[in-house]
C-alpha cells in the first residue's frame, strides 16, 4: 500500500471543482493500492505518471503524479480535465524537476538484491 499525497497546487485543483469533489478522490485513492495503474508520461515529462478518469456527467480528467518507490509514496501534482492539462502539467513538472530527475535515475537502478543462493 502506498501513502497518497497531493502538493498544494494539487489541493487547490481539487478545490477548484468542489461540486465534483468526491467523484475526483475516489478515483484517485486507487493509486494507493496500485499507483502503476496510470500510465508514464514521456519526453520532458518522464518520469511522472497520469491517470486518465471519466467523471459521469462532467467528462475525462486526469491526475498526473510521481511514484517515489523507496518511500512507498504517490505525490499527486495536478488534477484537472483532460483539456489543455498536458500544459498544466509541463508548468509544474518544471517546479519538480529535481525530484522527477531523483526519481527517473532511482527507477534506472537495479534493485542491488541478490539471491544468496
Known amino acids: 500500500m502506498f501513502d497518497l499525497r497531493l502538493t498544494g497546487p494539487a489541493r487547490k485543483d481539487l478545490d477548484s471543482i468542489d461540486e465534483i469533489r468526491k467523484a475526483v ?4 485513492i486507487e493509486l494507493k493500492k496500485d499507483p502503476k495503474i496510470g500510465h508514464s508520461l514521456k519526453q520532458n515529462l518522464q518520469g511522472a505518471w497520469s491517470l486518465d478518469f471519466t467523471i459521469k456527467g462532467s467528462g475525462q480528467y486526469r491526475a498526473a503524479y510521481i511514484i517515489i518507490e523507496a518511500d512507498k509514496v504517490c505525490l499527486v501534482f495536478a488534477i484537472g480535465p483532460h483539456e489543455n492539462f498536458y500544459d498544466l502539467v509541463s508548468r509544474r513538472a518544471s517546479q ?3 525530484l522527477l530527475k531523483e526519481v527517473k535515475e532511482a527507477n534506472k537502478k537495479p534493485s542491488g538484491k541478490k539471491s544468496s543462493s
Do not use: S
Request: proline share 0%.
Open 25 to 28: 478522490v475516489d478515483e484517485i
Open 96 to 98: 519538480l524537476k529535481g
